[in-house]
C-alpha cells in the first residue's frame, strides 16, 4: 500500500492559501517560485507560513528562471492554435510534473483553490489528472474568491 500525502500547491494568491488551511490535514504546502512574479509574493508566502504554523516548501524550475528566459529559450510566447504557453508548460507545470515523478511511490491528494463558480475547472482537472484524488474545500463551502479574502484578513494575511 502506497503512503498518503495530501499537498496544497500555494500560487501567492488567497483562494489557494484559504483552501489548503479548511482542508487542515494538509501534509505539504508547496509554492513554484519564478524570479520575476509579483515582489510582494514572497511576503506573502511568510504571511501564510505564520497563519498556518507551518513551511511553505519553496521549488523553481532548474531550466529558466524566468518567463523572458522561457520565452526566450522555447522562441514562442504562446502557440495561436495549441494555446501552449512556454512560461506557464515550463516554470510551472514541468516543475510540478518533475516533483510528481520524485513522489510516485506515494498515493497523492491535491487540495485546489478553485471557488464555487469554478466547478467546470474542477471536474476537469479530475478528468485530466485522474491518478490523482483531488479536494475542493472552496467549492464544497459554497465559497467566492471575494469569501477568501475576508478569512485571510481575519487570519492576519
Given amino acids: 500500500m502506497a503512503k498518503k500525502l495530501k499537498v496544497c500547491w500555494i500560487s501567492a494568491g ?6 489548503g488551511y479548511l482542508a487542515k490535514d494538509v501534509d505539504e504546502f508547496i ?3 519564478v524570479e520575476d512574479q509579483h515582489e510582494d509574493s514572497m511576503r506573502f508566502i511568510k504571511d501564510c507560513e505564520k ?16 518567463v523572458d528566459e522561457a520565452i526566450r529559450g522555447q522562441g514562442i510566447i504562446k502557440h495561436p492554435q495549441t494555446g501552449y504557453a ?6 510551472k ?3 510540478r510534473k518533475m516533483w510528481e515523478q520524485q513522489h510516485s511511490d506515494y498515493e497523492i491528494t491535491y487540495v485546489w483553490g478553485f471557488d464555487c ?12 489528472e485522474p491518478e490523482f484524488n483531488h479536494e475542493f474545500p472552496l467549492i464544497e ?13 481575519d487570519l492576519g494575511i
Avoid at 497563519?51 to 524566468?66: D, F, M, Q, V
Avoid at 469554478?118 to 479530475?126: P, T
Avoid at 463551502?141 to 484578513?153: F, P, Q, R, S, V
Fill in 31 to 33: 509554492y513554484i517560485d
Fill in 117 to 128: 463558480t469554478e466547478q467546470n475547472r474542477a471536474d476537469l482537472m479530475e478528468q485530466v
Fill in 14 to 19: 488567497v483562494s489557494s492559501f484559504i483552501a
Fill in 141 to 153: 463551502k459554497n465559497l467566492y474568491k471575494a469569501d477568501t479574502h475576508g478569512m485571510a484578513e
Fill in 93 to 95: 507545470k514541468r516543475v
Fill in 86 to 91: 512556454p512560461c506557464t508548460a515550463i516554470l
Fill in 51 to 66: 497563519a498556518l504554523g507551518k513551511e511553505i516548501k519553496i521549488i523553481r524550475s532548474t531550466e529558466y528562471k524566468n
